[in-house]
Structures are given as structure tokens and as C-alpha cells.
């Protein structure tokens, strides 16, 4: 939590969770994804490294564009064999499927609140930072 008042950033309070970062939130949609070719192309990549990574490179491309727009492709030409795979992915559905990792933000930013003695309706912006 900081105040800046245009010439000097005070750190007002901080916290976090040190095994919560943005690789949770890729690897849930990479997770998904993993879901939608089986069911879609009824390909099982999990053991396949290449298409992993290349799935796992794409849902990080992915989870950045959603941090400001509203919907991001996946567009992998042979994903396997034979599979083009194509999905379009909306800030909501990625939204759903990471409202777990959400939810346990709610108590580091409860307790920066806290200590910084600050109330909801202060805060003007949340900026995440971390891996």
C-alpha cells in the first residue's frame, strides 16, 4: 500500500502470500484448456511436452491481454498432430475459472487496509506484483 503524492511514494503498509502469484493463474487456464482440446479434438496432451509448453506460452499471452481487454485468442497451429486448436477466451470465463486464486487475495489486501488504516473507498487502483 502506498500514497503518492505526485513527489514521493510512502509506503504505507505491505503483504502477500508467498506461494500465490501469476504462474496460478496461467496454469488454471492452461488446465482448461488441456480440458477443451480432449473434449473438443479428443487429444490428451498432458504428456505431450511440446504441446504443453507451447498451450502454457499461449495462456500466458492470454492471462496479459485480459489485464486489458475483454476477450484473447489461442490460435495453435498443430497442437498435435492433426489438431489446429483455436479458442477464443473472455476476461469473464477467465475470471470464473480463477475465482479461487481471487478469493485468497481478499485477505493480504484486508489486512494492508488494516494496517494502513485505510478503508475500501480510499484506494484508488490494486496493482499485483510478484510471479
Same mark, same amino acid.
Given at each position: 500500500?502506498?500514497?503518492?503524492?505526485?513527489?514521493?511514494?510512502?509506503?504505507?503498509?505491505?503483504?502477500?502470500?508467498?506461494?500465490?502469484?501469476?504462474?496460478?493463474?496461467?496454469?488454471?487456464?492452461?488446465?482448461?484448456?488441456?480440458?477443451?482440446?480432449?473434449?473438443?479434438?479428443?487429444?490428451?496432451?498432458?504428456?505431450?511436452?511440446? #504441446?504443453?509448453?507451447? $498451450?502454457?506460452?499461449?495462456?500466458?499471452? %492470454?492471462?496479459? =491481454?485480459?489485464?486489458? +481487454?475483454? @476477450? #484473447?485468442?489461442?490460435? $495453435?497451429?498443430?497442437?498435435?498432430?492433426? %489438431?489446429?486448436? =483455436?479458442?477464443?477466451? +473472455?476476461? @469473464?470465463?477467465?475470471?470464473? $475459472?480463477?475465482?479461487?486464486?481471487?478469493?485468497?487475495?481478499?485477505?493480504?489486501?484486508?489486512?494492508?487496509?488494516?494496517?494502513?488504516? $485505510?478503508?475500501?473507498?480510499?484506494?484508488?487502483?490494486?496493482?499485483?506484483?510478484?510471479?
Amino acid at each position: 500500500m502506498e500514497n503518492d503524492d505526485d513527489k514521493s511514494i510512502d509506503v504505507l503498509a505491505v503483504a502477500g502470500d508467498s506461494h500465490l502469484g501469476g504462474v496460478d493463474f496461467t496454469n488454471k487456464l492452461v488446465t482448461y484448456m488441456q480440458h477443451v482440446v480432449k473434449t473438443k479434438h479428443g487429444a490428451d496432451i498432458s504428456n505431450n511436452k511440446r #504441446a504443453m509448453k507451447r $498451450l502454457h506460452n499461449a495462456c500466458e499471452k %492470454v492471462k496479459i =491481454l485480459l489485464s486489458s +481487454t475483454t @476477450e #484473447a485468442d489461442i490460435d $495453435l497451429d498443430e497442437l498435435v498432430p492433426n %489438431v489446429d486448436f =483455436l479458442e477464443t477466451v +473472455t476476461r @469473464e470465463k477467465f475470471e470464473d $475459472l480463477c475465482q479461487n486464486i481471487f478469493s485468497k487475495i481478499i485477505e493480504p489486501l484486508q489486512s494492508v487496509l488494516g494496517e494502513a488504516k $485505510l478503508s475500501k473507498c480510499d484506494i484508488d487502483e490494486v496493482v499485483l506484483v510478484g510471479g
